[in-house]
């Protein structure tokens, strides 16, 4: 397996600029979200979705937009980059085990909007 | 609403001694509670989890934590640090399950000769 991916691994972006960052997942995980970290803040919940089709917002969700059409993927798209969107962004999947959950991460994408 | 408190930015240790960071927790709920680990340029790594089984929770590579309920504690702790240890640590709770994560700020560990 090569569990949770991300790509890119670097993007530098302008103000105003749009893009996509991508999530994948072959672990057949029902639970995907998006985190943000900042030096001193740790990591914080963008959006998440707990299965196809179902998403909903998290701590900071302003700025960012999510679908999940597949169990694997789950894109986070920045609609109209702004530099306080400069960040590391964290995927992670999870499964219940022994009725809890284990998040999964993929190696982040550190993302520069100048 | 949940929250999470890691006293200590910075942390560091000579190598072969304790190693001890501290989580404090406010959770509404019974918590779920974790510790991840980060090494540079990474994604984060389960250290161990808490889910009301075990007070104490052993983890990987050495480590344990102990649920403190009267004082919403949760430190981590490892008898003997090794230099491979230097890392950034961070405690989070977690609702449904664990599945909303709320995470400290983190704490960065160093290890000395």
């Known amino acids: 397996n090569a569990g949770v991916t991300q790509t890119p691994k670097f993007q530098v972006l302008k103000t105003g600029q749009s893009m996509t960052l991508q999530c994948a997942q072959d672990m057949n995980h029902e639970y995907m979200s998006w985190y943000r970290q900042d030096p001193g803040m740790g990591l914080r919940l963008i959006h998440y979705s707990v299965g196809a089709g179902i998403t909903d917002q998290g701590e900071v969700p302003n700025g960012y937009n999510v679908s999940r059409s597949t169990t694997e993927d789950f894109p986070l798209r920045l609609l109209s980059a702004a530099p306080s969107q400069t960040s590391v962004y964290f995927c992670a999947s999870s499964y219940s085990f022994g009725g809890s959950y284990e998040q999964y991460f993929g190696p982040g994408t550190r993302l520069t909007v100048t | 609403a949940q929250s999470v408190t890691q006293l200590g930015s910075h942390v560091s240790v000579s190598e072969g001694a304790l190693v001890l960071l501290r989580c404090n927790y406010s959770s509404s709920v019974p918590p779920y509670l974790f510790w991840y680990v980060q090494y540079p340029n990474q994604g984060l790594q389960l250290l161990l989890k808490?889910?009301?089984?075990?007070?104490l929770v052993k983890g990987i590579n050495g480590f344990e934590a102990e649920f403190k309920k009267s004082e919403t504690s949760f430190h981590l702790t490892k008898p003997s640090a090794h230099m491979s240890d230097a890392a950034e640590y961070f405690c989070?709770?977690?609702?449904?399950?664990?599945?909303?994560?709320?995470f400290g700020t983190g704490t960065q560990l160093k290890v000395e000769l």
């Open positions: 808490y889910t009301s089984a075990a007070t």
């Open positions: 989070a709770v977690g609702t449904g399950g664990g599945n909303k994560l709320t």
